[in-house]
């Protein structure tokens, strides 16, 4: 069964951090890119970073970028994105993607 599940959303502070984990399986993860995007509520899914499939190379939107940071292991079929700094406009389900796979999320608030 094809599946991605993303773990490690919750509730923080501005100022905190998170570190999101996508678990895989069903699939070769390691010839895949994975991205993750955001969605808040009224908004427009928002794409947030990106990781190649051997782990060299990594994007971040303008939004995110200097505090977010994208991570994989391929022998775990893990992928990670540790949320640093987070601010109120983070808020939002985060999903991980790979091809046409979508995980349903994980909720991240960032409230005080």
């Known amino acids: 069964q094809v599946q991605l599940v993303e773990s490690g959303g919750g509730l923080v502070q501005p100022g905190g951090s998170l570190r999101l984990s996508c678990a895989a399986s069903g699939f070769t993860f390691r010839t895949y890119r994975i991205n993750w995007y955001r969605q808040a509520p009224g908004k427009e899914r928002e794409w947030v970073a990106y990781?190649?499939?051997?782990?060299?190379?990594?994007d971040y939107a303008d939004s995110v970028k200097g505090r977010f940071t994208c991570s994989r292991d391929n022998y775990k079929n893990m992928a990670y994105l540790q949320m640093n700094n987070l601010r109120p406009e983070d808020t939002a389900v985060y999903h991980c993607?790979?091809?046409?796979?979508w995980g349903q999320g994980t909720q991240v608030t960032v409230s005080s």
């Open positions: 990781i190649d499939s051997a782990g060299d190379r990594t």
């Open positions: 993607n790979a091809g046409w796979r």
